[in-house]
Nanobody, 119 residues
Framework: QVQLVESGGGLVQAGGSLRLSCTTSGRTFRRIAMGWFRQGSGKEREFVGGMDWSGTIIYGADSVKGRFTVAGDNAQNTVLLQMNSLKPEDTAVYYC????????????WGKGTLVTVSS
């Protein structure tokens, strides 16, 4: 059974930084797309960014461009999300996802890690 293990969430002040990491557990894929979604309170889940099967980095939400950076190695089944200049509106549960059409229909989901940005 494939599990996605996330780490790195927590509480940070506005303007601060956090880094999230995710790796697969239970199975190692030769190559797999991986990425991050987030869901704030009362909001729909949105794609933040990730890497496709070829390792190409893609971003979703316009609000994070220039502040968030995705990195990783899909042959090593790991993906990172470096979040800088955090804003209170970035507060959300961040989910790691993998496989499938990564930006719209991943095959696997992590349990999520809470990021809280205080003003």
């Amino acid at each position: 059974q494939v599990q996605l293990v996330e780490s790195g969430g927590g509480l940070v002040q506005a303007g601060g930084s956090l880094r999230l990491s995710c790796t697969t557990s239970g199975r190692t894929f030769r190559r797999i797309a991986m990425g991050w979604f987030r869901q704030g309170s009362g909001k729909e889940r949105e794609f933040v960014g990730g890497m496709d099967w070829s390792g190409t980095i893609i971003y979703g939400a316009d609000s994070v461009k220039g502040r968030f950076t995705v990195a990783g190695d899909n042959a090593q089944n790991t993906v990172l999300l470096q979040m800088n200049s955090l804003k209170p509106e970035d507060t959300a549960v961040y989910y790691c996802a993998a496989g499938g059409a990564i930006a719209v229909r991943p095959d696997y989901w992590g349990k999520g890690t809470l990021v809280t940005v205080s003003s």
